[in-house]
């Protein structure tokens, strides 16, 4: 069986694989990764740290996951991380993904912050996100 965390990545991968506006804001490909590629250059998108916690009842197995995308701006331009986060955050935010393995109970944007690296100057974006999955 697939985890809840690898489950939801790759429903996420696929919602954003589909979407033609967030694909425009990262320079005409989906550039969402587990690991910045040697010499990335951005606008590109991470999958960040995640937490999944038992949520179970006494009928169903599920969990509550905390997990981040972050996105990494052009240099200059905190606006191009911002578009791209806000995009990942319409897509996503009670977003009906199909789960393989899983049921997605819901989804949803906890919080979207913006900060400079300090090492590279670039700004960062990143998407909090919150959701319930149950074993299906």
């Known amino acids: 069986m697939t985890s809840p965390i690898l489950a939801l990545r790759r429903a996420i991968l696929e919602a954003a694989a589909g979407d033609a506006e967030l694909i425009a804001l990262m320079g005409g490909t989906l550039r969402l990764y587990d690991e910045p590629p040697r010499n ?3 606008v590109y998108a991470l999958f960040g740290d995640v937490t999944a916690q038992d ?3 006494d009928t169903d ?3 509550e996951q905390d997990l981040t995308i972050v996105v990494w701006s052009v240099r200059g331009s905190a606006c191009t ?3 791209a986060a806000e995009r990942f955050a319409a897509l996503l935010d009670d977003a009906p993904l ?3 393995g899983h049921r997605l109970v819901n989804l949803r944007v906890a919080e979207i912050a913006s ?3 300090k090492d590279t ?4 974006v990143t998407l909090h996100l919150r959701a319930v999955t149950e074993r299906g």
């Open 61 to 63: 197995r599920g969990h």
């Open 55 to 57: 949520w179970s009842t």
């Open 121 to 124: 100057q670039l700004a960062r």
């Open 98 to 100: 199909i789960l393989v």
């Open 81 to 83: 991380g911002l578009s």
């Open 115 to 117: 900060a400079r690296d």
């Open 40 to 42: 990335a250059e951005p």
